[in-house]
């Protein structure tokens, strides 16, 4: 079972900050995955990171993929209370080689940004 | 609307009762998801299908819980003699190709 630790669990911040989510494993993925989830709706992706050391950027996100592929981080520049959210990292399954989409969940990130 | 949509959006249910849920995937969407995610905790995969069938139910905990999909495209999630450990909110996904999957927004299950 691949499993996937995000840290911190938890971070409150004040609009105008940065920050940065973090998703380790000791597993290598082929591809890593973020979603945002806000309250009673399901997750939204966010970006989907394949290549080691890979960087894309979304606005004032960052993602970053680890070379080796065990991790990835998420980084946050200038913070809005519009960021607020559970921020999920997901890696997909494989079969033979190909995706076949089924999705392990890190715990989650819960953002509070603060006006 | 053009997303995935749950119903109910939340059942609350007594200890031992039989429940369904049901997901209703984005149209022409081949595969089909169920997730549970309890309080503070992601998502934790429960059974997937391509089409009609179940690809793949590694993550359903017990034979109380059984998925159809009997015309590939509407879902219905049963759970038979409810316990409270089961309470959760529900999560349906579907997608056409495995990178991109829509989420619908879930179904709160309250067992009393």
């Known amino acids: 079972t691949q499993l996937l630790e995000q840290s911190p669990q938890f971070l409150s911040i004040q609009e105008g900050e940065n920050l940065t989510v973090y998703c380790n494993s000791s597993?290598?993925?082929?591809?890593l995955q973020w979603y945002r989830q806000e309250p009673g709706e399901g997750p939204v992706l966010l970006v989907t990171v394949v290549t080691g050391g890979e960087v894309k950027k979304l606005k004032r996100l960052t993602f970053q993929f680890g070379d080796a592929r065990k991790d990835s981080s998420l980084h946050i520049t200038a913070a809005q209370p519009g960021d607020t959210g559970l921020y999920l990292c997901a890696a997909p399954s494989y079969a033979g080689g190909t995706s076949y989409g089924k999705l392990t969940f890190g715990q989650g990130t819960i953002l509070t940004v603060h006006p | 609307g053009a997303g995935v949509s749950q119903t109910p959006s939340n059942k609350v249910t007594e200890k031992g009762k039989y429940v369904e849920l049901r997901c209703d995937p984005i149209s022409g969407h081949t595969a089909l998801y169920w997730y549970r995610q309890s309080l503070g905790q992601g998502p934790e995969f429960l059974i997937y299908?391509?089409?009609?069938?179940?690809?793949?139910d590694s993550g359903l905990p017990n034979d109380r819980f059984f998925a159809v999909r009997p015309e590939g495209s509407v879902s219905t999630l049963k759970i038979q003699r409810t316990e409270r450990g089961d309470s959760a909110v529900y999560l349906c996904?579907?997608?056409?190709?495995?990178?991109?999957?829509?989420f619908g927004p879930g179904t709160r299950l309250t067992v009393l």
């Open positions: 597993s290598v993925f082929s591809s």
């Open positions: 996904a579907s997608s056409l190709n495995p990178h991109e999957q829509f």
């Open positions: 299908f391509q089409g009609t069938g179940a690809a793949d």
